[in-house]
């Protein structure tokens, strides 16, 4: 019963700082919300029996995506309400469009075809030998192409960072 | 304490479908190109909440592993974009995305 309150509770302050992301003056509130946004989505993924990548969640996240976010806002000034906002009509319009991508996201999902509850339900699969099993029997490809690809990333970063590129 | 027992999937799916809702509004709504990138991380987030309930519910390891794809992949296009959001910044000084308007006609 606790679970089921404790879902019901982290869906709530997740849409609840999800939309103060989104309607927030200033950019570092921002920054904020959505880093007790991505808290909460790791307390689901606790609820879900993913331990680890809830563990992992909170370090990639909160911990370093975020601080690089802070990092580059605190760098650009922006920590004021400087910014021009769209025009009411472009506002309203953005607002109509979203919530028509909702409805029908939503209907076209309430007629899927369900998951019957699990009857032998395994509790471990979240656990980090089970993955670590996984990733490294199944998804071995793409685990090293992911490395080429923070190379690539890392690479462009400082590439595009630097004052000139002669 | 498993949420699966009592709480069925369809939940899962809804709350997903508003947080990636709540990321569209985001990109519609702010002209801030950070705040863009903001509801990008949560549209990422709110797949990866979905997989991670398919995964939970099917007993299956294999969508967690995809989480952490997905994860990998975040980082670095937040690395790469924030970087090209400081060059723009520098030459045009302003986040503004009305302002990267040159290579329309």
Sequence with gaps: MITTYLFYLLAFLSIMFGL??????NPVHSVLYLVITFFTI??????????FLAAVHII????????????VIMLLNL???TEPHKSLWLKLSATIASGLLLVVLVGSLKNAGTIPHPANFNTNIGLIENLGKTLFNDFLLPFEVSSILLLAAMVGAVMLGKKSIK | MS?????????????????????????????????IFMSIEL?????????????????????????????????????VGLAILMMVYRNSKSSDINDLSKLKW
């Design chain 2, 3 to 35: 949420a699966i027992f009592t709480i069925p999937i369809e939940w899962y799916i809804l709350l997903s479908t508003v947080l990636f809702s709540i990321g569209v509004l985001g990109v519609l709504f702010r002209r801030n190109a950070i705040i």
């Design chain 2, 43 to 79: 549209m990422l987030n709110a797949v990866n909440l979905l997989l991670v309930a398919f995964s939970s519910y099917l007993s299956d390891s294999k969508g967690q592993v995809f989480v952490f794809f997905i994860m990998a992949v975040a980082a670095a296009e937040v690395a």
């Design chain 1, 20 to 25: 103060m992301v989104v309607f927030a003056k």
């Design chain 1, 42 to 51: 790791a307390g689901q993924y606790v609820l879900l029996n993913a331990q």
């Design chain 1, 60 to 71: 990639v996240y909160a911990g370093a995506i975020m601080v690089l976010f802070l990092f």
């Design chain 1, 79 to 81: 920590n004021k309400e």
